[in-house]
C-alpha cells in the first residue's frame, strides 16, 4: 500500500503581538541576587517594565548580591553621578587560600595552614584605610589596549595592571572565627573589595580571598530603597512599585530651581543668566530642575548656567 504522509494543519491566526515598549525614566535601585550578572540583571528589569533603553550604573559581580542601580531612559544620562558617588559592602574572606580571582570562583595560586587572630586582623586596618596604591584583580572589566582584563586572564594571557589610588573611608571588622572575617568598607570609585581581601592575606602572610560580598550603598542609594526581582514580578504595575524619578540619582549634586521660561531656553541649547545677590557661584556639576523635574545637567560659569545634558520628559 502507498504510504501517506499528514498532512500539516494550517491555521491563520496570526502570532500575538510582541508587548509595546515603552519610554520610563528613572532609576530602579535593584537588590541583585547571587549568580546573576549585571547585564542578565538590566535584561530582567527591562523585561519586567518594557522599557525601551536601560543601563547600569556599576558592575556586581555574579558572586555578590546587593544594590545594582539600573537607569531607565532619560535617567541614563544621570549614571555617571551614581559611579562617582561613594559606596559600602559587607565582606566576609576566607584565610589560607589566595584565588586567580581573588574570590571563591578562582582557582587556588596558594595556599598555607596560618590563620590570623582578630587583633592581627584589626592591627592591620589602618594601612588600608586612607587613599591607598591598589592593584585590581586580574579578572576585572579595566580594558588593556582595548580588551576586558578577565577576557585576557581567562584565555590564559599574563595580565599586568598598574597600581592606581583609591580611596576607603572606612574598614571595620563586623566578625572573626579564626577561618574567616566578616567586614564592613566605605570606599570610592574604582575600589575593588577582592583586591582589598588578596592584599590583606598576603600582608598577614596567611592569603586570602573573598567568599561573600554584598552592597549596601552606591551613591544616593541604600538597601532602604532596593527592590528584588520577585517584588517587581509580583506588583500589578512595577512603575509604582520600584521606579524612582530621574533626579533621585542628583541628590548628591548642586540642584538649581529655574522658572518655565528658563527651563525652555536650557531645553534649546541656550544658557541662562542667574540674576540677584542669592545666585549661586561658580560651580560644577550642577543639574537645574523645575516643577520638581529635572530639566538639565551642567555647570554654572560666569553667572549663567550651561547646559552640557538636556533632559525630555524625565
Not at 551613591?219 to 530603597?225: I, K, M, R, T, Y
Amino acid at each position: 500500500m502507498p504510504t501517506t504522509r499528514p498532512v500539516p494543519m494550517t491555521t491563520d491566526a496570526a502570532p500575538p503581538p510582541r508587548p509595546k515598549k515603552r519610554d520610563l525614566n528613572g532609576w530602579v535601585v535593584l537588590d541583585k541576587p547571587v549568580g546573576m550578572t549585571s547585564t542578565q540583571a538590566v535584561g530582567a528589569v527591562k523585561r519586567i517594565f518594557g522599557a525601551k533603553k536601560a543601563g547600569h550604573a556599576g558592575t556586581l559581580d555574579p558572586l555578590a548580591s546587593g544594590i545594582l542601580p539600573i537607569a531607565l531612559g532619560e535617567g541614563t544620562k544621570t549614571v555617571p553621578y551614581v559611579m562617582d558617588g561613594r559606596k559600602a559592602y559587607r565582606f566576609t574572606v576566607r584565610w589560607g587560600v589566595e584565588t586567580n580571582t581573588d574570590d571563591s570562583e578562582g582557582r587556588a595560586v596558594g595556599t598555607t595552614q596560618d590563620r590570623p587572630a582578630r587583633d592581627a586582623v584589626e592591627a592591620l586596618l589602618p594601612r588600608f584605610t586612607g587613599v591607598i596604591a591598589q592593584v585590581p584583580p586580574r579578572f576585572s572589566a579595566i580594558k588593556i589596549q582595548g580588551e576586558r582584563a578577565y577576557d585576557l586572564a581567562r584565555d590564559g594571557e599574563v595580565v599586568e595592571l598598574q597600581a592606581r589610588d583609591v580611596s576607603i573611608e572606612r574598614l571595620s571588622i563586623v566578625a572573626h572565627d579564626g577561618e574567616t572575617t566578616e567586614l564592613e568598607a566605605e570606599c570610592g570609585k574604582g575600589t575593588y573589595v577582592r583586591a582589598i581581601a588578596r592584599d590583606m592575606g598576603r600582608a598577614l602572610g596567611c592569603l586570602g580571598h573573598i567568599v561573600a560580598l554584598r552592597r549596601t550603598r552606591v551613591g544616593p542609594f541604600s538597601l532602604a530603597d532596593a527592590v528584588t526581582l520577585d517584588d517587581l514580578r509580583a506588583a500589578a504595575d512595577p512603575v509604582p512599585a520600584g521606579l524612582k524619578a530621574v533626579e533621585a540619582g542628583l541628590k548628591e549634586i548642586a540642584e538649581l530651581v529655574v522658572n518655565r521660561d528658563a527651563a525652555a531656553r536650557l531645553r534649546r541649547g541656550q544658557t541662562v543668566l542667574l540674576r540677584g545677590r542669592d545666585a549661586p557661584l561658580d560651580a560644577s556639576p550642577v543639574y537645574a530642575s523645575c516643577a520638581g523635574a529635572v530639566v538639565a545637567l551642567g555647570a554654572i560659569q560666569n553667572g549663567e548656567f550651561v547646559a552640557s545634558r538636556v533632559f525630555v520628559g524625565s
